[in-house]
């Protein structure tokens, strides 16, 4: 059986970094609430010319240099992302052009937060039916440009980076599962209006109430992840969630009954960077020696739509 395996990982984060102090500056907030509400302490902004085009190009160049892949080996471009540079052409043909890959399959994909996973998933259902043998998975996001830089309620949430992924064909095992669910009966608690022209858009949320929904579909998909398998808790080395708040990461791992010290944890310098929050932190890990071949390795997420997903790795 062949399986998809993430043979490198890589990340980009804009240099520009914006502190709790920098909110308290713009907006009626504290450090001392955005950090016991969300476990934050800073997030980075990016500048003009860090694009999600840009910053996932870097990430994806770092992932190819981790599995000395080469560019023109690489026969799709996943880019997960609600923040393009252009309504169309996809990101992930602008990525591709950037680092000169060859005529492959290219596209982006809208999941919210849960961007990432549902790229995780799409591609390893073509790496695992034979159709090709080397992937790029990338999740990129501007969420500054769509935040309103005057509601507290939001602004001090989000962040901007990228982190990527390539995914090979091996026989041995790599990714193990993949678990992805939407439901639009809840599309209006976290949304973002198509632009007009008229008025600005920006995020909206029903903050109490993704919470809530969060914690309970997380706490619920994570344990049908392990059912699905037959396996435990202890059987996982990581859980690399979603970065959106630190309580709701608490409570997923309480689900589970996995100690913090088994959780990647990026939401205090990152924040939410939405898709590319996974990435992000699974690269850290990786390149911060945490997490070592051969570990076990439990995603998961939940975002606007609202959508969620899991994906069970064997690094
Ligand atoms: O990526 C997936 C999508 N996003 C999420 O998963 C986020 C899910 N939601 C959350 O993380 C939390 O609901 C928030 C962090 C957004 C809010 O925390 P909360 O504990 O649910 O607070 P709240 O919305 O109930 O607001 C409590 C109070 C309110 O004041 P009053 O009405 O009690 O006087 C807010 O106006 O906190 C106020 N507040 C703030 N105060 C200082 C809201 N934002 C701020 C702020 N600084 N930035």
Redesign the pocket.
């Known amino acids: 059986m062949k399986y998809a395996k993430i043979t490198g990982t890589g990340s980009y984060l804009p240099k520009q970094v914006f502190t709790n102090a920098d909110w308290e500056k713009r ?4 450090d001392a ?2 950090v016991e ?2 476990g934050i302490k800073s997030r980075h902004i990016a500048s003009e010319n860090e694009t999600a085009t840009m910053m996932g190009a870097n990430a994806a160049l770092n992932a190819l240099n981790m599995a000395n892949v080469n560019a023109k080996d690489i026969q799709l471009v996943i880019v997960a992302t609600g923040t393009p540079d252009k309504i169309f052409p996809a990101t992930a043909c602008l990525i591709q052009k950037q680092l000169q890959i060859p005529t492959c399959i290219a596209f982006d994909i809208q999941a ?2 849960s961007g990432f996973v549902y790229a995780l998933s799409i591609a390893d259902q073509y790496i695992k039916s034979g159709v090709i043998k080397r992937a790029l998975i990338i999740g990129t996001e501007v969420m500054s440009r769509l935040i309103d830089w005057q509601d ?2 939001t602004c ?2 989000f962040g901007d980076g990228a982190g990527a992924c390539v995914l090979e064909a091996s026989d041995s095992p790599g990714i193990l599962s993949t678990h992805l669910y939407a439901d639009g009966n809840y599309n209006d608690i ?1 949304y973002v209006d198509m632009p007009s022209g008229k008025e600005p858009c920006y995020i909206h ?1 029903q ?2 109430k ?2 809530k929904l ?1 914690v309970a579909k997380l706490g619920e998909l994570v344990k049908d992840t392990l059912q699905f398998h037959n396996i435990k808790s202890e059987d996982i080395d990581w859980l690399v969630p ?1 970065q ?2 630190i ?2 990461i608490k409570a997923t791992a309480d689900k589970l009954k996995l100690p913090m010290e088994k959780v990647i944890c990026t939401v205090e310098a990152h924040s ?1 960077t ?1 898709s590319a929050s996974i990435p992000l932190a699974l690269d850290i890990g990786i390149r911060d020696g945490r997490i070592k071949k051969g570990q076990t390795l439990l995603l998961e997420a ?3 739509g609202m959508t969620w997903g899991s994906a069970l790795v064997k690094y």
């Open positions: 907006v009626n907030t504290s609430w955005i509400r969300t919210a937060c507290r309620n001090v949430l976290l949320m903050g109490q993704v919470f969060a979603h959106a708040n309580r709701i939410n939405s939940i975002g606007g």
